[in-house]
């Protein structure tokens, strides 16, 4: 996981853990533990992105030989937050977000990503100033890093990602969820949206496959289907029953997959 640790200058106020922890409930995280360590997690309702967090220290061994790693002029708030590097890269992107989120929530905190330390290549080692841009490019390099020698994750082309992504910020309540099938043949990933009664029009995404609930559940490309009428939110479109349906896809072909399961 890409590791972000907080720190105030040397002589600046720190607020109390009680007050980190209300920070943290206030922004939408869960919180465990009690005094001393409080573990945690936040997630994205819309878009699935998550984060892990700790508060505190966790009630483990001191290790003697790896003591945590100390910068002059600044005190650590012993509070990290973990974003996943297994997933599609907005899920970080959201996730920055948080982080972004809990800077503005504590006057002078500054974020270390804990394999970036060093603003420049003569500089001090320590906190510098936020940058989306260069936490997602560390973000990139952690996540080719895993990533390579693995064999079981699937893949969808960036631009589908992208839709996908805006699909799921945008869409109203009233539209389709929309999920990823693995296609077990080619190890691609694809969006997925269910039609609930196909009798009548459905705003759907323009990307992916549809699993339309006919009399026998049909999986069709979204491209064999019609356009529909574009909508102002979500790139969807509202689309009417076609008169004759595309022939669909051997469902046992695909399987579900979770979003640390595929890469963009």
Not at 10 to 20: I, N, Q
Not at 57 to 83: F, K, S
Not at 109 to 122: H, V
Request: proline share 9%.
């Amino acid at each position: 996981m890409q590791r972000f640790e907080l720190y105030l200058r040397e002589g600046d106020d720190a607020p109390v853990e009680e007050a980190l922890a209300d920070i943290l409930i206030s922004l939408g995280c869960r919180l465990q533990g009690g005094p001393g360590y409080h573990p945690g997690t936040w997630s994205d309702a819309a878009t699935g992105a998550r984060a892990v967090l700790d508060l505190g220290n966790p009630p483990i061994e001191e290790d003697v030989q790896h003591p945590p790693r100390a910068y002059a002029g600044w005190t650590p708030l012993r509070l990290a937050i973990q974003l996943p590097l297994v997933c599609p890269h907005w899920q970080a992107v959201e996730g920055f977000q948080l982080v972004e989120r809990l800077l503005a929530a504590i006057p002078g905190a500054f974020a270390l990503d804990c394999e970036d330390i060093q603003e420049t290549k003569d500089a001090e080692a320590g906190p510098f100033a936020w940058s989306r841009p260069r936490a997602l490019a560390s973000w990139e390099r952690q996540h080719t890093a895993q990533i390579e020698t693995r064999t079981d994750l699937a893949r969808m082309q960036r631009g589908d990602s992208l839709r996908l992504w805006r699909w799921r910020r945008e869409r109203e309540a009233a539209w389709p969820a929309a999920t990823v099938l693995r296609d077990r043949a080619a190890a691609e990933a694809h969006a997925v949206c269910v039609w609930p009664d196909p009798t009548v029009p459905c705003v759907l995404p323009a990307i992916g496959l549809v699993l339309a609930r006919l009399d026998q559940p049909r999986l069709v490309r979204r491209g064999d289907l019609p356009v529909g009428e574009a909508q102002p939110r979500g790139g969807g479109a509202l689309v009417a029953p076609p008169a004759v349906w595309p022939e669909g896809l051997a469902i046992a072909r695909f399987a579900a997959c979770d979003d640390e399961m595929w890469v963009d």
